[in-house]
């Protein structure tokens, strides 16, 4: 009876997180202060990576003291033309400029210095240039920069933190390969299939569930890294959906069960569970430094509130929101310990699916519960009784999960058939 009441509650505190705690912003404009030597003044803080939006503004505003939040989609050095004209817009509605340290940008833009024009400023009293300035609000700030510049080439976050995953996953497999005495040969196969499962199922899965009308628009799109919609580009893969991964890789890790390795399917999905585990908390730490998949708006006075001034315009309006990001993250985190522990330290190992049924119902129930305080991805193409695609993708897993779990039993193995073949 105690764990039904304690389901009950989580419901009810998603439910209540999602309805009493989310917040309205009018015309999108959240508010701060801004701090001019000693003085206070109070600013609606806007942000867009919208050009039309942006052009617009400053003409859609009757407040006295605005800040707009500037970055890399708004001003590419690429077009600089259409952002030299935006730029030129604001100054003749009484905006000045300043750099990522808020000091003041006097100069005209030119190709070479428009990528470091960071705030539009309109205040009541014009700002000078030994003016001391400063932003505060009660929400954090997300706003880093792309990645790390490595001469003419940027190492992206995201893709570093898919390198991460990847690399973290085969020294973490290694090590259970020794615990196992299983041959390190049938390693190099594993992650080889892993990889292709992971990439491309995720990558279908997206399309599939979130933006199948890519099939017919930008064909090619779907399966490289390219957009051909408006002439020839090269975006990355910009769309990865985690249930499109699991299904590619329930059928790679079938192959490679009985083909490479020649064990049951649940030894393996054991121990590939532990290492996913911990990859989807970098995938997601991935999606924050993208400042995408953000939550819904929270109210800006909430210890999570944060605002992601890069944030696509798919999600709606620049406002804080729930770093949805991370509260998914830390439950992958913590289903790596549980799960790693219960491998190292109790004979679950042993018993081939228990330990991969409790990765399925927890990880999707983090995923399941998070959507409370997550933004739509796309379309919602699948949608019943209230909750969205995610949430219903993720309960027949949970009940696999169950299922999977409950058969373990049938499938009991010794030390000795554990560490078969040699």
Known sequence: MSNLFFRIYIVLFAFITQFAFAQEYPGGLSEGTLKV???NIPVKIYSTTEIIALNAFPGNTT?????????DSNLEPAHFDSGNLILEKYKSSH????DKNFKLIDTPATKDNITHFKYAVKAAKPITESDNVTLETSFKIWDPSKGIKLGPVTLHFYSLMFVLAFGLGYILMLRIFKIDNVNQKYLEPLFTWTLIGTILGARLGHVIFYQPELFKEDFWSVFL???????????GFSGLASHGATIALIFTTLYYSFKIIKKNPFWVYDRIGIVVALGGAF???????????????VSPDSPFAILFPQQSSEYGLTVPRYPSQLFEAA???ALFILLWFLYRKTDKKYQQGWLFGLFFIILWAVRFFVEFLKEPQGDEFIQIGGLNTGQVLSIPFMIAGVVIMIISKKFKITQAENEKPE
């Open 37 to 39: 030597n000693e003085s």
């Open 63 to 71: 407040d006295k003291n605005v800040l707009v939040i500037l970055n």
């Open 95 to 98: 905006y000045q400029f300043f």
């Open 225 to 235: 890294p390219i957009s051909t919609k408006n002439g020839f580009q090269f975006t």
């Open 283 to 297: 995938v997601r730490i991935g999606n924050f430094f993208n400042s995408e998949i953000v939550g819904k708006p």
């Open 331 to 333: 439950g992958y985190v």
